[in-house]
């Protein structure tokens, strides 16, 4: 075991992922490259990842209350066409922010649009599932100061991304 290959806080981790919900079907599947220790992914999978070595393939249950939180069952907010700009299409799994009652930004998904009308709800679209994860981890290095300054991972060509 070495320590260079072995994941832990303030490490640039690549990996791919297979997400899959209770029933087995594939949700999605991929990569990603993230900083580890930043909550930049659910929190069950980046304890579940703590420790782990490049190669490694992991099975990883996820519960809802460290994936993607329980599924608050209050009906879809009703908000009108108008209130979007006209120039936006808007299409059922968009995310948007709204301002909540202290003026912080809260997610909210659009879950239908009606005539005039569109339907948005505060459940992240995966909020009260279990999440299954396959994962095999393909690099693991030590994230750079910038990194760490910002939180998040950097291209290959530095800091393309804002
Ligand atoms: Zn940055």
Known sequence: ??????????RAVSLKYTLSGTDGSVIESGQIDYLHGY???VPGLE?????????ANLQV??????????????PPQRVPRESFPAEMEIAEGMQ???RGPAGEALPV???GVEEGVVLIDPNHP???ETLHFDVTILSVRDATSEELQHGHIHGPDGHGHH
């Open 47 to 55: 304890s579940a990842l703590d420790g782990a070595e490049v190669g």
């Open 109 to 111: 998904w659009v879950v």
């Open 39 to 41: 909550q930049n992914i």
């Open 96 to 98: 948007f922010h709204a």
């Open 126 to 128: 995966l909020a009260g």
């Open 61 to 74: 249950e996820v519960p809802p209350e460290l994936g993607y939180g329980a599924r608050l069952e209050v």
């Open 1 to 10: 075991m070495s320590e260079t290959s072995t994941i832990g806080a303030d």
